[in-house]
């Protein structure tokens, strides 16, 4: 079980590495303005965030319903190969692939969530931060041609298919009904922490979009970029590895630590943009900012809520969802004017303090 697990991470998260880290570069090889990017950006974060409240009423998320998803993940990559000539047409591409993406990863979450212990989750999770190197350092050495990115993306989705259909045999998940889930699955309840993570995924639009873009226009070359993309997810590979302990410990402080850390990234990133060294240091923080915060966050919604799918799913389609489509659109309006990073450190201020407001709720309803 868990060789099949890790290596659908690996090609799942190396399907992710390319989209998001040289899509948008292979879109301003096709001419696209940053706006244009930006807007594109949005098409499959948006469709994560529609596709809960879909399958909250509507659809139970069977195997069924995954295989569909994993075999239209590869089908929208080859339309890409066509539709990237017409911003319209590639516009409704990234909405399938979205949609598809987002039901495959909650899927497969609920079942490593359910079968891996917390100390083993993350030692098989990190070999999708193995799958982004792989491809950070590939595509970083040999700087393909847009069209030839395209490629890329299409195998990694053919990987993901086919590796997609192994994890179904460790399945033993049985999820409420779309009525019983209806009538006891609320968001309202803990509003404050669902705020919270959207507008951290808010503040990261402009490092998954814009952040290869950005060290271009301080003159950094495509292979230190890669570097820097390589070095950050190496980061997450041992806090992946060693995070463990800490998740024995109170969740929503670790919750806590890690955004105020974001912050600080993002402000860094702002205020020093030429140096190489200190955009090396928060790259380093990635550790804390993604890795730690993302599994302390899945392991949290799995411990609210009785249908685990569907909080996955949301977990998903807020954060990466919503949270990324937003996020995503600002970055394409803010990064000609360059304030965006530091308008991103300010929005996650506002997201601990929706941590603060959820901590408070809670003490108090158990009281």
């Known amino acids: 079980m868990h060789y099949i697990l ?150 990694t989705a053919f990987m993901t298919l086919i590796l997609g259909y192994y994890v179904l045999q460790f399945d033993t998940h049985q999820e409420q009904s779309s009525e019983e889930a209806d009538s006891t699955f609320s968001l309202k309840k803990y509003w404050a922490f669902w705020t919270s993570i959207f507008l951290m995924q808010v503040a990261f639009g402009g490092f998954y979009g814009f952040f290869t873009i950005y060290e271009e226009a301080q003159g950094v070359n495509a292979q230190v970029i890669s570097y820097l993309w390589t070095f950050s997810v190496l980061c997450e590979i041992v806090m992946l590895y060693f995070q463990g302990p800490l998740l024995q410990r109170n969740l929503l402080t670790i919750l806590k630590v890690a955004t105020l850390i974001t912050s600080f990234r993002w402000l860094l990133l702002y205020l020093y943009p030429s140096s190489l060294e200190l955009t090396f240091l928060g790259q380093s923080l990635h550790a804390i900012s993604f890795a730690l915060y993302h599994t302390a966050a899945i392991t949290y919604v799995f411990s609210l809520y009785r249908q685990k799918r569907l909080a996955q799913q949301f977990f998903l389609g807020i954060s990466f969802g919503l949270g990324g489509a937003i996020g995503s659109f600002l970055a394409g309006y803010l990064f000609d004017g360059g304030y965006l990073y530091l308008v991103e450190s300010m929005i996650v201020i506002f997201s601990f303090i929706m941590l603060l407001v959820h901590d408070k709720r809670k003490k108090g309803s158990s009281t």
């Open 6 to 155: 890790a290596l659908f991470y690996f090609s799942y998260f190396s399907l992710v590495g390319v989209y998001v880290m040289y899509i948008p570069r292979a879109l301003m090889g096709f001419g696209y303005s940053s706006f244009e990017i930006g807007a594109i950006g949005v098409a499959a974060p948006m469709m994560r965030f529609l596709l809960p409240f879909i399958f909250k009423y509507y659809i139970k998320l069977t195997d069924k319903v995954y295989m569909v998803a994993l075999f239209l993940t590869f089908v929208s990559s080859i339309i890409f190969l066509q539709s990237v000539y017409s911003f319209s047409s590639h516009f409704i591409a990234n909405l399938l692939f979205g949609a598809s993406m987002g039901i495959t990863l909650p899927f497969v979450e609920t079942i490593a969530l359910q079968q891996l212990s917390s100390k083993m989750y993350g030692k098989i999770r990190l070999w999708g931060s193995v799958g982004f190197i792989v491809v950070s350092l590939t595509l970083g050495e040999f700087e393909p041609q847009p069209m030839e990115t395209l490629y890329v993306l299409m195998l």
